[in-house]
T-cell receptor, first 119, second 113 residues
Framework: GAGVSQSPSNKVTEKGKDVELRCDPISGHTALYWYRQSLGQGLEFLIYFQGNSAPDKSGLPSDRFSAERTGGSVSTLTIQRTQQEDSAVYLC?????WGGGTPKGNEQFFGPGTRLTVL | DQQVKQNSPSLSVQEGRISILNCDYTNSMFDYFLWYKKYPAEGPTFLIS?????DKNEDGRFTVFLNKSAKHLSLHIVPSQPGDSAVYFCAARGYNAGNMLTFGGGTRLMVKP
C-alpha cells in the first residue's frame, strides 16, 4: 500500500551498540515525525521535519539520538551507544501539511513502528 | 510532567452499550484535541478531533466532548462494537506548536460480545 512504512519491524541489540531505524513516509507528505512509546506509556514526541526547514529536535532525550531526512523523503533515526531504557516502540508519522489549520488537513499517518529491545 | 493524562488504563464494555473514554490536560494553550485508535502491531490511526472553540464534535458512532473550564475531554462510542476493541490515545496540539502532538498514556477498550 501507500502508507508509512518502517524498518525493521523488530530490532534486538546489545547495550552499547548503535542502531538505525528507517521510515518511508507517504509520497508527497512534507512533514515527518518520530515518536516513541515505552512500555505502558503514551507516545512521546522526539523530532519532526518540515520540508527543508531545520528540524525541531526538542523532544530528543539525549545527544545519543539523532535523525536525518534525506531528500525530503526517507528518514533515519539513529541511537548511539544504546541503553536499556531506550527499549521502546519507535513510531514514525507523516502529514501532508504542517502548521496551523485543522488537524484533519494536517492528519498524521503513522507507520507500524519498530520495536527496539536493548539487552 | 504529563500535560495530557488518561487516568483509566483499561475499560470493559458490553457490545451495544456506550463506551466513555476520558482525558484530562493541563496546558491551556492547546487549541486542538484528537483521538487516535491503535490496534496491536499497527500504528495509531486518527479517529476524531475537536477545536478548542467547540464543545462537541460528532462523527457517526463517535462523539467527542470538550469541557475547557475543567480541561477535560471525553470520547463516546455508541453503540460499542467488538471491532472497537483497541487502545485509544487522546492527543493535544499546542497553539503555535505546528502540528506537534502531545499524547496521553492510552486507554485499552475491550468490547465484549
Amino acid at each position: 500500500g501507500a502508507g508509512v512504512s518502517q524498518s525493521p519491524s523488530n530490532k534486538v541489540t546489545e547495550k552499547g551498540k548503535d542502531v538505525e531505524l528507517r521510515c518511508d513516509p507517504i509520497s508527497g507528505h512534507t512533514a515527518l515525525y518520530w515518536y516513541r512509546q515505552s512500555l505502558g506509556q503514551g507516545l512521546e514526541f522526539l523530532i519532526y521535519f518540515q520540508g527543508n526547514s531545520a528540524p525541531d529536535k526538542s523532544g530528543l532525550p539525549s545527544d545519543r539520538f539523532s535523525a536525518e531526512r534525506t531528500g525530503g523523503s526517507v528518514s533515519t533515526l539513529t541511537i548511539q551507544r544504546t541503553q536499556q531504557e531506550d527499549s521502546a516502540v519507535y513510531l514514525c508519522a507523516s502529514s501532508f501539511n504542517w502548521g496551523g489549520g485543522t488537524p484533519k488537513g494536517n492528519e498524521q499517518f503513522f507507520g507500524p513502528g519498530t520495536r527496539l529491545t536493548v539487552l | 510532567d504529563q500535560q495530557v493524562k488518561q487516568n483509566s488504563p483499561s475499560l470493559s464494555v458490553q457490545e451495544g452499550r456506550i463506551s466513555i473514554l476520558n482525558c484530562d490536560y493541563t496546558n491551556s494553550m492547546f487549541d486542538y484535541f484528537l483521538w487516535y485508535k491503535k490496534y496491536p502491531a499497527e500504528g495509531p490511526t486518527f479517529l476524531i478531533s475537536i477545536s478548542s472553540i467547540k464543545d462537541k464534535n460528532e462523527d457517526g458512532r463517535f462523539t467527542v466532548f470538550l469541557n475547557k473550564s475543567a480541561k477535560h475531554l471525553s470520547l463516546h462510542i455508541v453503540p460499542s462494537q467488538p471491532g472497537d476493541s483497541a487502545v485509544y490515545f487522546c492527543a493535544a496540539r499546542g497553539y503555535n506548536a505546528g502540528n506537534m502532538l502531545t499524547f496521553g498514556g492510552g486507554t485499552r477498550l475491550m468490547v465484549k460480545p
